[in-house]
């Protein structure tokens, strides 16, 4: 008998995963995610504070301000504060930018102005009883106290003469000197000394022959170098008390620092006891460059040294005046 055939079961189909769609998903894990935490607020900054209404209160103020570090002092804008009538006793203003400040009656007594700026400040009626102000700067427009002397410390940063140098009203009224013994008086006490002794010690070591002119108003002049023979200065005063001295590379002579040079003042002093230059000009011109600084004319200077070398060649006639070293001996 035939055997009935089998029928085999179908093979079962894997049903399909159902596929969700990518924004959904990308909805799902949005959703899933953790909520940020809120961000803390932040602190309100503490207000800045008004050093200068802290300074105005007097003693309390001034131990906070010198509280302080330097650093923090200096971040404070003390140019063109009113500080004016203030207690600042014992304040710490060392090094810094007070131009233009108003400190008018101010009480000052033993405080720290060194390496201070002063410029244009107002100080008239101020109280600088013990105070520090070594290297403090100070200028045409600083108010200085009439009453109080202006300290030999301070810095003259001026455009104008060193007021500490100028010539008092008493020193103004004497008579003008009438030789040049009496002149040499005066300027001894108004120069600065080791420049004179240079000078004179030049003028008693050797004869020089002095190029110069004598105009009302001024004189140039020419001085050979005593260590360096190839060197030559020009050197000018004009009766405004201007004043320059310079060598033939138009370079500025090193000496003049606050004052006449050496080399100026042998031609100053030379002149005048040859009687070139007379003793009361001489006086005047000397007094009026007090405190005055420098000025470089180098037009003028290339025009002087340009004669010079004409009448060293023979082609100018300018004729020297020379020097006698035994004229100085006494000196």
Known sequence: MAKQAVKKPAPKVAAKAKTTPKSKVAAKTKSAAPAKPKAAAKPKAKPKADWIETLKTGAAGVKKWNALSRDAKGKVKLRGADLSNADLTKVDF?????????????????????????SGATLTGATLEGALLSWARVDDGTKWPAEIRMADALTWAGKGPDPRKVATAEEKALPKPADFGEFLTRLKKVTDPAKLDKATDMLKAERFRLYAKVAPDHLVGVVKSQGNADLVYSCRLASDGKYSCGTQNLNICGGLRGSPCKHLLVLIVGLSKAGELDAATAHEWTQNARGQKPELDKEAMTATFLQYKGAEAGEIDWRPTETVPEDFYAM
């Open 94 to 118: 060392n090094g810094l930018n007070l131009t233009g400040a108003d400190l008018s009656n101010a009480n000052l007594s033993k405080a720290s102005l060194s390496y201070s700026n002063l």
